[in-house]
């Protein structure tokens, strides 16, 4: 089924450090939306950027959309600790139902 | 505004039994989204609702089943639990009327129930 992939599927930093992850999809989408979920709670809605936009920014957070090349990516500057958790990316595929699908997710650690 | 409210955090049923989870969208929401998360498979669309009528479903078998009433809040049921429906029932709102300019608003997540099975 239509989904992105994140990559990698997990990710461990120093406090501090960069961090870069990102999503690949198959077929052209109206727009694409990340999520953050920390451990044992819900999702929380990061960024949506649409299929006309490349970049998109919101505090530390910088995402790209590449619709070329079928992908996106999530930079988290500065990392902290409390940025541990998981990341999903959500594409909104074109033609397909109005349902959002994530994929795995990538898995970042931040270490103090 | 209050966020999504997920009843109860945490159950444990054995198997064969069955079990009801609760879901109350932030107001004005009319959209709600139901998914399993578990390690091994990830997060599973189950199904959604708007204005009471299932809109899309999931490929989950018929023990899963819910309803939206009428204030849009929402109920799912799984009958007949099985050792495999251990899992992270995640429910999700969002305003979506019809139409482009609601397409894929933000969800807005509960924080989930827990279902063990025994």
């Known amino acids: 089924s239509q989904q992105g992939e994140e990559d990698p599927q997990a990710l461990s930093i120093q406090e501090g450090e960069n961090a870069t992850m990102n999503c690949s999809y198959k077929t052209s989408i109206n727009n694409l939306q990340w999520y953050r979920q920390n451990s044992g709670r819900g999702l929380v809605h990061l960024i949506l950027i649409r299929s006309n936009e490349r970049e998109k920014h919101s505090g530390r957070l910088r995402v790209t959309l590449d619709t070329s090349k079928k992908s996106s990516s999530l930079l988290i500057t500065a990392s902290r600790a409390a940025d541990t958790a998981s990341y999903f990316c959500a594409p909104d595929f074109r033609g397909g139902s109005e349902k959002l699908v994530f994929g795995k997710g990538t898995k970042l650690t931040v270490n103090p | 505004k209050a966020g999504v409210t997920q009843t109860p955090r945490y159950l444990i049923k054995t198997r064969g039994q069955q079990v009801t989870l609760s879901c109350s969208p932030i107001s004005g929401h009319r959209s709600v989204s139901w998914y399993q998360q578990t390690p091994g498979q990830g997060l599973q669309f189950l199904f959604e609702?708007?204005?009471?009528?299932?809109?899309n479903k999931g490929n989950f078998p018929g023990r899963f089943s819910g309803r939206q009433f009428s204030n849009s809040r929402s109920e799912m049921n799984v009958s007949t639990l099985e050792l495999g429906d251990s899992a992270l029932y995640l429910c999700?709102?969002?305003?979506?009327?019809?139409?482009?300019?609601?397409?894929?608003?933000?969800?807005?997540f509960g924080d989930g129930t827990r279902l063990s099975i025994l």
């Open positions: 999700a709102s969002s305003l979506d009327g019809t139409g482009l300019r609601f397409r894929n608003q933000p969800q807005h």
């Open positions: 609702y708007f204005s009471e009528t299932q809109r």
